[in-house]
DNA sequence: TAGTTTTAAGTTTTT
DNA sequence: CTTAAAACTA
């Protein structure tokens, strides 16, 4: 689902009125009740949370220990009683999940929340940057590259190398964004001590900059490079935000922490919730000691810790935290369940990967056809796997017995071609300089425009600022006859959706039985460029499967555009939109969402979740821990162990496969180390014992003179 | 230049 | 095994 546009001027309008009236209803001492309902729920250190103020405060939230509850209410408490204006509060999460989820709860308890900024870190970037696009040397309507941009964007400023070559340095480029390193910065060799690599990364960065364009690690470093050049912006930014609120603060990088830093002032009330336990993001430079030395960075903070588990049963409980007490650098919780009793979590041995899918079936649908207090529904379970690709043994199990399934995550929607052809499309209209949507995009249909004519186009754009659309249109009279042919289709194309859009650019006269209808916004717009420019017969007629799917996925996302306005700054946010929210999801959403299904989905993706029964899948050597990962990278893992265990509710099930077909060639598995470091008797084993694949624990483990599990 | 075939490569996790 | 890039032919 595409979130909703900004909320409109009438909104707060009408909470201003709803305000007023609350001042007028809760006036008398006799309703207090009514008002402090929202605190009623909560436990002593929750609501101590909620109520602290002054002091940077820091909240270490164990898992499933009502994290969320303490930030929604802690919202709702800064607008009732502190009487902070909601616009003046900022609440930053990671996932726009998390975002939508925040922004719901809040808006339940308190619906002036409406109007408080709820956002990602990077869609709070996105909306800075738009803001100070001219001291960022930006458009406001720039674009966002992703990693595949991105390397587009390298291989373009490094024409000698190869994508494959190339591909480990966007990587590094990433990386040096998320620690705050720029070119020259000396410490950039903490990433990478090769000259290669600063020459690179300093090409890439000015080609960025010629194109209009920002990468996902702009989103942030740009943004606090401008409050630090200019303490008048963060000075106003300062005055804005009264109150900021941080969820999931483990995973904040280097450049997160600093962006923290330029928006707190003397005023500002800080409040940041994190378990270190769960930091699980890492290789995206996820900094723990963000969270480990917050206390130093920001001198007086508090600290309170919530060690109440109310989610999963106690025997799950333990299980995890086992495991996860192996690791040396943690801050140290003890996480007490509040739901004693429950049912041991089981250990399955599997010979292969499709017994293991194959198991998974089978425990859900005896669940399902159980009678009685025990009965379960698909969707109560779900099934946890380390890496995508480990979904399709269950998905091809789960549809040969029919049982209903949801894959989350990896439908990478705006992944396909002929999405991120289109998206390239809309790029050129919001960006003309954006150069690598227009390479992606002159020749597709075929135009005629090969190496040769486009070399042609690109030394025009060199004469004027980079503006490829532009470039094309001068380059006419010097391209073959077919190509200029093409071309000016294109231009004409483009040209009568700039004009749908209020025609900023020397657009061809407005037709009016074209005009695009109000309610209809941005999509009637986006659904006629992709038939003007061809690209929708294109792939209509390359749909491989022939069940139009491509022309279903762009009629799709003509449709998600609809909720913007016919603009160029609706299309700029729509595009935004698109590329900030990889979880954007077909139409068929509600539908989808109501249909009783298992859950598929990656370790990673759970962050947040909660689900009654849980079966966590390969658990192999190799495989989850991933490739002999050591140190600080094997403590991610197990941390990742962790965090999968502790989304169960009341029934935990692992598995582990004795083969399993590895790039495509069967493999044999070892059982993945954490299953050893399991506390003797904290689960049941069924299927064969390990021993009796010849299998022995990973080697160095400790606990193979104390004798197996 | 377009489209097809061959060959190679490479596979975490996500904003 | 799947996907992507490079080479080749029409």
Known sequence: ??????????????????????????????????????????????????????????????????????????????????????????????????????????????????????????????????????RAGLEPNFTIYDE??????????????????LKPFVRRIARAKDYFLSPDDPDLSRIDYRKDFKTLYAAYEERLRRVGSVDFGDLIKRPVEILKEQPEVASRLRDRFHAVLVDEYQDA????????RALFGPETYLCVVGDDDQSIYRFRGAEVRNILEFPERFPGTDIIRLERNYRSVSPILHLASSVVCRNQGRLGKTLVAQREGGKQPVLSFLPDQEEEASFCARLIENSVRQSGARKASYADWAVLYRTNAQSLSFETAFLRRRIPYRVVG???????????????LLSCMANPKDEVAFRRIINKPARGVGPAALRRIMEEADGTDGDTVAAAERALSNLPPKARAGVTVFLKSLAASA??????????????????????????????????????????????????????????????????????????????????????????EEEDAAR????????????????????????????????????????????????????????LYLCTAARRRLYGRPAFMRPSL?????????????????????????????????GLL
């Open 1 to 134: 689902m595409p979130p909703a546009p900004p909320a409109g001027y009438e909104n707060r309008l009408a909470c201003g009125i709803l305000n007023a009236m609350n001042t007028l209803l809760h006036s008398g001492e006799s309703v207090k009740s009514a008002e402090e309902d929202y605190l009623a729920p909560l436990n002593p250190e929750q609501l101590e949370a909620v109520l602290h103020s002054g002091h940077p405060l820091l909240i270490l939230a164990g898992a499933g220990s009502g994290k969320t509850r303490v930030i929604t209410a802690k919202i709702a408490y800064l607008i009732k009683e502190r009487r902070i204006p909601p616009h003046a509060i900022l609440a930053v999460t990671f996932t726009n999940k998390a975002a939508r989820e925040m922004a719901e709860r809040a808006r339940d308890l308190e619906e002036r929340a409406s109007s408080v900024m709820i956002r990602t870190f990077h869609s709070f970037g996105a909306w800075f940057l738009r803001c100070n696009a001219e």
């Open 148 to 165: 595949d941009d991105s390397l587009s964007l390298l291989s373009l400023a490094a024409e000698n190398r190869e994508r494959s070559e």
């Open 253 to 260: 990088n280097v450049a997160q922490f600093e962006l923290l």
């Open 410 to 424: 990896s439908l990478k929607f705006y992944e396909r071609e002929e999405i991120k052809d289109a998206l390239s």
């Open 499 to 588: 004009a749908d859009l209020g025609g900023r650019r020397d657009a061809g006269p407005r037709q009016s039985d074209w005009a695009v209808k109000a309610g209809d916004g941005l999509s009637v717009c986006v659904a006629r460029l992709l038939h003007n420019t061809g690209l929708a017969v294109y792939h209509a007629a390359n749909d491989e499967s022939g069940t139009n799917q491509r022309a279903g996925n762009l009629q799709e996302l003509a449709n998600a555009a609809s909720l913007y306005p016919a603009t160029f700054e609706g299309l700029a946010g729509f595009l935004e939109h698109i590329e900030l929210d990889r979880s954007f999801e077909i139409a068929r």
């Open 596 to 651: 009783d299904a298992v859950t598929l989905i990656t370790v990673h993706n759970t962050k947040g979740l909660e689900f009654p029964r849980v079966i966590m899948t390969g658990l192999e050597q190799g495989v989850f821990p991933r490739t002999d990962k050591r140190g600080e990278e094997l403590e991610e893992e197990r941390r990742l162990f962790y965090v999968g265990a502790t989304r169960a509710m009341d029934e």
């Open 674 to 706: 954490f299953l050893y470091e399991i506390e003797q008797g904290r689960m049941r084993i069924i299927g064969d014992r390990p021993e009796c694949f010849g299998i022995l624990p990973p080697e160095g483990f400790p606990a193979l003179k104390d």
